[in-house]
């Protein structure tokens, strides 16, 4: 029996070594300064409104009021189609690419995982400004190296339909290799036995993509799911800094329409039921994500 | 079929890397020669008249040096605190550790946005707007982190901290000369991915900052966006600045880099 356990086995009544109390108190005091109390006071704020200078209770009415706001619906319908179009779009080719760069015949892995993870090492606003150049309207070097290849330019930041494809682009190209690197790791720890054994009982490639790959990848693919629709969910740098939200708030957000309310427009209670609504539908979405996903025995 | 795979992989690393390469032409080149026909495809000669010109815009000197002493002293504090608490909750038995455990896990749930009203109007009552320890305090406690480092801690044997104790050592001394040297590796990916989100935060440094003297990188650079004569050589220096760091510290450290972003999905 080591020292330690005689020690734990000690009986109860003894003052307790302040230990580990000054290892974990300094974080949780700051969780609970800086963390707690502002989510309850977020929570609370969201049932109050601003009457004349004064703090008022104002029960549901930010939330109704919220039920009658065209903006919100306008900013979830675009997290729809970002959560619709571009989040399969980015994980498939991820889950592509990572199935390429696991293969041991392909030349150059090292260099190609290196490019293509790249982009998820550069820093958000830098990125989001770089495509905001690069897809200049009449100019940009994008409509200039469409107009070689003899395709008409396209006005990406300023159409409300081509505004969406920039940011879906911008993203995309931002965090696909991010996933690629995490399903690669995933691919890599299926034990080569796994294969061999497919192999041996004469399963074809499709079969032992079904019946091995799939099984050992769905917690990975669980992973990258939910964090991409987190993620989705809170856009705000790229959107805000490519389009600023627009054209006609075609790129708005529900962060930056928060953003808006809370910090041009000052309504301090209703950016926090905005907030709130934001954290439910994280809440919701990763739940049905994971029950829709998750271990099945 | 295999060779066939070799030209959607190479065009894909192009476009992967091709807007690298043009933050590298435009900052290299004058703003007005960037949107000719044909625009420029190679460096040009005008870093240095960009780089002068960016500086005496929007002081970008400063402007990094903030950046870099936000970034350097929010992940010397908050690695320290991730490791302490990571270890605390890693090998001493108290009351209340695995309720403590589960808060700070869920804290991870929540997005930081619903915060961000209160923490407002916390730091105004504070007078701490438009300072640095405003975009620093607020954020120091990284759940990610003490979790990454509570799994490090995890494996490291019992009976070595034992030991220290019965050689005399206090718990503290223990903690630094001990158990943490151990935990090398988890803690150089701590602090990898503390600095790159501080160095890249945007949200929270833009409603904190609002003088030019107190900008980061990016609050700095999203103004310049905004301008009605956009300097876009120096715009897209200033990208490349903000993107330069971090890319180096990927470069050269792969290993711990993919380790602490792996840390949350794949075991081993």
Redesign the interface.
């Known amino acids: 029996m ?3 356990a005689e020690a ?1 086995a000690k009986p109860p009544g003894r003052r ?2 302040p ?6 108190g ?3 005091g ?2 609970a300064v ?2 707690a ?3 309850v ?2 929570l609370v ?1 969201s049932f109050q409104t601003d009457e004349r200078g004064e703090t008022v209770w104002a029960g549901l009415d930010n939330y109704r009021r919220l039920l009658g706001d065209p903006l919100m619906p306008k900013a979830l319908g675009n997290t729809a189609i970002i959560l619709l179009v571009q989040v399969p779009l980015m994980l498939v080719l991820a889950l592509l ?1 990572a199935q ?1 760069l696991n293969q041991s ?3 150059m892995r090292t ?2 995982r ?6 998820a ?7 989001a ?6 897809l ?1 309207a ?4 994008l409509n ?1 190296l469409l ?2 290849v003899g395709l008409p330019a396209v006005d990406w930041l300023n159409d409300p339909v081509w505004a969406k494809v920039a940011l879906i682009a911008s993203i995309t ?1 931002k965090w696909t ?2 996933n690629m ?2 399903l690669l ?2 691919l890599q ?1 299926i034990p080569r036995e796994q294969y061999e054994a497919a192999a041996v009982d004469g399963a074809g490639p499709a079969t032992t993509y079904v019946k091995v790959v799939v099984p050992q990848l769905r917690p ?1 693919i669980l ?2 799911l939910i964090t991409s629709t ?1 993620g989705t ?2 856009l ?2 790229e959107p ?2 490519l389009t600023g939200g627009g054209p006609g708030n075609a790129t708005l957000t529900p ?1 930056i329409y ?2 808006q309310v ?2 041009q427009q000052l309504d ?1 209670g209703y ?2 039921a905005i ?2 609504v ?2 439910l539908l ?2 919701a979405l ?1 739940l049905i994500q994971f029950k829709a996903l998750g271990r099945r025995r | 079929m295999k060779r066939l795979l070799h030209l959607p992989m190479l065009i894909g690393a192009v476009v992967s890397l091709f807007p690298f390469y043009w933050m590298i032409v435009a900052a290299t080149n004058r703003t007005e020669d960037l949107f000719t026909s044909p625009p420029p495809f190679l460096p040009g000669g005008e870093l240095l008249n960009n780089l002068a010109r960016l500086e005496e815009s929007v002081g970008f000197s400063r402007v990094a040096a903030n950046s870099v002493g936000i970034a350097v002293v929010y992940t010397v504090l908050s690695s320290l605190l991730s490791a302490m608490c990571g270890y605390g909750l890693a090998k001493y038995r108290f009351r209340g550790r695995g309720l403590i455990l589960a808060v700070i896990l869920g804290t991870m749930m929540i997005p930081f946005q619903v915060l961000l009203v209160p923490l407002f109007e916390m730091m105004a009552a504070f007078g701490w707007i438009d300072t640095y320890q405003a975009v620093i305090v607020p954020f120091l406690a990284n759940a990610f982190g003490i979790f990454l480092m509570r799994q490090a801690f995890l494996d490291f044997p019992d009976e070595l901290i034992e030991a220290g104790r019965i050689d005399g050592c206090g718990e503290a001394r223990i903690f630094y000369r001990i158990v943490l040297p151990a935990a090398r590796p988890q803690l150089a990916a701590v602090v990898i991915f503390t600095f790159i989100a501080q160095w890249g935060a945007f949200l929270w440094p833009l409603l904190m900052l609002n003088s030019e003297d107190h900008y980061t990188i990016p609050v700095a650079l999203s103004t310049m966006v905004g301008l009605s004569k956009v300097d876009y050589s120096g715009l897209m220096l200033g990208s490349f600045a903000a993107t330069l760091p971090i890319m180096a510290v990927f470069l050269f450290f792969q290993r711990q880099f993919i380790s602490g972003l792996l840390g949350g999905s794949v075991k081993g």
């Open positions: 080591t020292l330690l734990r307790p070594r230990a580990p109390w000054a290892f974990v300094p974080a949780i700051l969780f800086f963390f109390y502002p989510l006071a977020s704020e690419l390429i015949w392909l030349r260099g190609y290196i490019a293509y993870f790249l982009p090492v550069t820093t958000l606003a830098a990125y400004i770089v495509f905001r150049v690069l200049r009449d100019t940009g070097v200039q107009g070689g190209w290799g991010y690197i995490i790791a995933g720890a990975v992973f990258c987190i969910l809170q705000f740098d805000y800094l962060i928060l953003y809370g910090f301090f950016a926090s907030a709130w934001v954290v994280i809440g990763s």
